[in-house]
């Protein structure tokens, strides 16, 4: 296919795409690049002007057919993506010139890998190039500072780094199922220690008097989710101050996904005082945010951690990802991942510098990664 075959459309809201249209390029179940998932950020405010992720979607039609699409934001700052760049903004205003706006394609609030670059099967060699220019062809008509794909997947990746741009790394934490029977079968394979010390964080929430209930979007009552979102309400207001979603979100993802959601909710004494909420693929499982009324030892890890671990095992699915950051997941069961993100640079005077910085900073990321892997918390025979 040539440029005059296709037909490119920048889209500032996917509901004029056809949620069957666009999820036909969605492989492997990926919660967050669904029509549902995405769309609904749009329309119960979680992105736009407020927020500084406004909608810039690239499509590529054939005969008036979508084949090819990059969820794509124009950002006016650089909140919620998980890839810092404060030291960039910086050097742009110190060399008189503006960092916003910029373009970035990823799942907003989200530090998950996953397509970037979304195209029909047997044909991404004809239409990640159209994606591509398109969105150089976008940061030029808006003088945008860059484009930065973050946390695309391990083929995009290896056609991102064809085109010159400049990748980042960093680390995450994942878990990942080596066909465990059962929560027992994973404990038995790591160290004494560590095993010893999940099984008394487990226990001291039994013996709170809590427990545990997981939901999917089918389960879940309209109370259970007013309840979380209160919790996670109630965690921004105490450590972070700016929310994004909210309720009426997370019951639209929740009617539109039953089976990729779970809720997992802690009760004690018959009132409802902690929540966390994930997503599942067909062969992942992502911890995305967590919440409480009343703070009980260790509940946050048996919540946020070993509910999702036990149901990995259960439903067969891979790996785990609980979210960016955390050391303390190495003691429970997770070990260092590298992730990457790529960055088109647009000011040719500024190339040069932020190659040196990401050359560095990825020797510190590998010489970071290679301590932790020195502290697994599985058997030598094992790890």
């Known amino acids: 296919m040539n440029d005059s075959a296709s037909r490119i459309r920048i889209r500032k809201n996917l509901k004029d795409i056809p949620s069957q249209d666009w999820n036909a390029l969605v492989t492997g179940g990926q919660p967050f690049l669904r029509h549902e998932f995405l769309s609904a950020m749009e329309e119960h405010g979680c992105v736009g002007e407020h927020f500084g992720w406004i909608p810039a979607h690239v499509t590529v039609y054939e005969r008036d057919r979508l084949v090819a699409a990059m969820p794509l934001y124009r950002k006016l700052n650089s909140y919620g993506e998980f890839v810092f760049d404060h030291a960039w903004e910086e050097a742009w205003q110190r060399a008189g010139l503006n960092y916003f706006p910029k373009l970035v394609s990823a799942v907003p609030y989200t530090p998950a890998t996953g397509s970037r670059l979304l195209a029909i099967a047997g044909r991404e060699h004809e239409l990640y190039p159209l994606l591509y220019d398109s969105a150089l062809a976008l940061a030029r008509e808006l003088q945008a500072s860059g484009v930065h794909w973050l946390f695309p997947s391990p083929r995009e990746i290896g056609f991102l780094q064809q085109q010159q741009t400049l990748l980042r790394h960093d680390c995450q934490f994942h878990w990942r199922n080596r066909g465990y029977r059962d929560f027992d079968d994973f404990l038995a394979r790591l160290s004494a220690r560590k095993r010893k010390n999940i099984r008394r964080e487990r226990r001291r929430v039994k013996e709170a008097g809590v427990s545990l209930r997981r939901l999917t979007g089918h389960t879940a009552t309209d109370q259970d989710w007013q309840d979380f979102a209160f919790f ?20 639209a993802v929740a009617r539109a996904m039953p089976e990729q959601t779970l809720l997992v909710l802690a009760d004690l004494e018959g009132e409802c005082i902690a929540g966390a909420l994930m997503y599942a693929s067909d062969t992942h499982l992502y911890g995305r945010h967590w919440g409480c009324s009343v703070e009980i030892d260790s509940l946050h890890f048996e919540a946020c951690y070993y509910q999702g671990i036990e149901y990995c095992i259960e439903k067969g699915l891979s790996v785990f990802e609980p979210g960016a950051q ?11 991942v590298q992730t990457i993100s790529a960055h088109w640079i647009a000011e040719p005077g500024f190339v040069e510098p932020i190659r040196r910085f990401v050359r560095l900073e990825q020797r510190s990321v590998a010489a970071y990664m290679e301590q932790l892997n020195k502290q697994s918390p599985y058997r030598k025979d094992n790890s």
């Open 232 to 251: 996670y309400q109630r965690l921004f207001d105490q450590k972070w101050g700016m929310p994004t979603f909210n309720e009426t979100f997370f019951k």
């Open 326 to 336: 955390g050391e303390h997941k190495i003691a429970r069961g997770f070990t260092p």
